[in-house]
C-alpha cells in the first residue's frame, strides 16, 4: 500500500468519525474496493472506545499491511480536512483522475496556485468525465486522493487555501 493511499485512507476515516459524532448514528461501516483483492473495511462505532478501522489487502494478508494503522494512530493526529474550510468535497460518485489522460501531467500540483473555475481533476460516472472545477482561488496544500481512486459524494478531494 502506497503512502498516498494511506493519507488519503486516514482522512476518510476522520471524515466518518465526524459524522458520526455529529449525527445520531451509533455506528457506522463502509467498504471500499480500489481494485481486485485490495479493499478498505472501516466500522465505526458510538459503544468502542476508539474507532477501528481494518485493512484488507487479500484474503491471506500479513500483518504488514495492517501496520500503518497503528503508525498512524500513535503519531500525532493530521488535522482533520473535512473540517478545514478549504476542502474540496467530491460532488459525485466515481473515480478520479489527476491529469486529463494517462500519462499527462496533472492538472495541479501540490503548492500550485489555482483560480476559481480551472479544473482540478476529473470525475468519471458512468463513462463520462467530469471536469472539477476550483471552487475558489487559493493555493493546493494537500491532495487528499490518488489518480484512479473511487471517490464518494461529499468525500474531501484536496484542500486549497
Known sequence: MNNDKTDAD????????????????????????YG??????????????????????APLAVAAPAAPAPAAASAAPPPD?????????SPMVGTAYLSPEPGAPP?????DT????QTVLIIEAMKTMNQI???????????????????????PLMVIE
Open 10 to 33: 486516514v482522512a476518510f476515516i476522520r471524515a466518518l468519525a465526524a459524522i458520526l459524532k455529529e449525527s445520531d448514528l451509533g455506528e457506522i461501516e463502509v467498504e471500499r474496493e
Open 36 to 57: 481486485e483483492n485490495d479493499e478498505l473495511l472501516v466500522r465505526l462505532s458510538r459503544s468502542s472506545p476508539t474507532p477501528v478501522a481494518v485493512h484488507a489487502p
Open 81 to 89: 480536512p473535512a473540517s478545514n474550510p478549504g476542502t474540496v468535497p
Open 107 to 111: 492538472f495541479v500540483n501540490i503548492g
Open 114 to 117: 489555482v483560480t476559481k473555475g
Open 133 to 155: 472545477p476550483a471552487p475558489h482561488d487559493g493555493t493546493l496544500r494537500v491532495m487528499l486522493v490518488s489518480d484512479g481512486d473511487p471517490v464518494e459524494f461529499g468525500m
